[in-house]
């Protein structure tokens, strides 16, 4: 069964770009111009991945991201912002409230097919390896439960999004060694080489910040990359 991507943009033809391309690739592809058809096409989809623009006729497109990330049946369909806002600050807003990429207008198609492809991608990977571990990871202050997608420190539940998530298992599960950016992007990301983006560091910083005193245990390998230093008990 194809892939059903929902494209949420109010430019015409944007939208009609980014669907005879991804219609190319095979996708099923589903339009929305406003937050309204957005809502109404996700209700009658089963969306695999959601592409939001930021500035829609009826709202902002980030008020709709927040919806999506805090309603538990929605909350686990990726979501690429693509906007013309490229301030550092609404990329940051986008992140806290679980956006999983942000692409800027003008972009690349090419790009914006992979970045679809590898958040896809990653997700089947990520759940083929989860049914082959144990459910619970336990580091001192730390807990994860992989079932549940449940983070505690000190026994108080921490809300990641799934790629903090994903992010934070990495690291722990390769504790001690040092992770670059490209291989993050890679194996947390699924983005081959030739793809650029800044968001490893800012994902980097959000996790630090949300796990409190065990967010100290994320080191940054100046010039390379980033280090988990916890011991497992």
Request: charged share 30%.
């Amino acid at each position: 069964m194809a892939h059903c991507v929902l494209i949420i943009e109010d430019e015409p033809d944007i939208r009609k770009t980014i669907d005879y391309n991804l219609s190319k690739e095979s996708f099923k592809v589903v339009q929305a111009e406003s937050i309204k058809e957005g809502e109404k096409a996700l209700a009658a989809n089963k969306v695999d991945v959601i592409i939001l623009d930021l500035m829609l006729p009826d709202g902002s497109g980030l008020t709709l991201c927040r919806d999506i990330k805090s309603d538990a049946k929605t909350k686990h369909i990726p979501v690429i912002i693509l906007t013309a806002k490229t301030e550092e600050v609404d990329r940051v807003v986008g992140f806290e409230l679980g956006a999983d990429d942000y692409v800027t207008k003008p972009f690349s198609v090419r790009e914006l097919i992979l970045r679809v492809k590898a958040i896809i991608k990653r997700g089947a990977t990520y759940s083929t390896q989860q049914g082959n571990e144990n459910s619970d990871i336990e580091l001192d202050e730390l807990r994860m439960n992989l079932d549940a997608y449940q983070v505690f420190v000190c026994d108080e539940e921490i809300a990641l999004t799934s790629l903090e998530f994903r992010l934070l298992k990495h690291l722990v599960d390769r504790r001690g060694r040092v992770q670059t950016r490209d291989q993050l992007l890679e194996e947390v990301w699924g983005y081959s080489s030739d793809v650029t983006t800044r968001t490893v560091d800012t994902h980097i910083k959000r996790l630090r910040e949300k796990l409190l005193g065990v967010g100290n245990c994320i080191q940054t390998i100046r010039g390379v990359g980033y280090r988990f230093t916890k011991s497992a008990n």
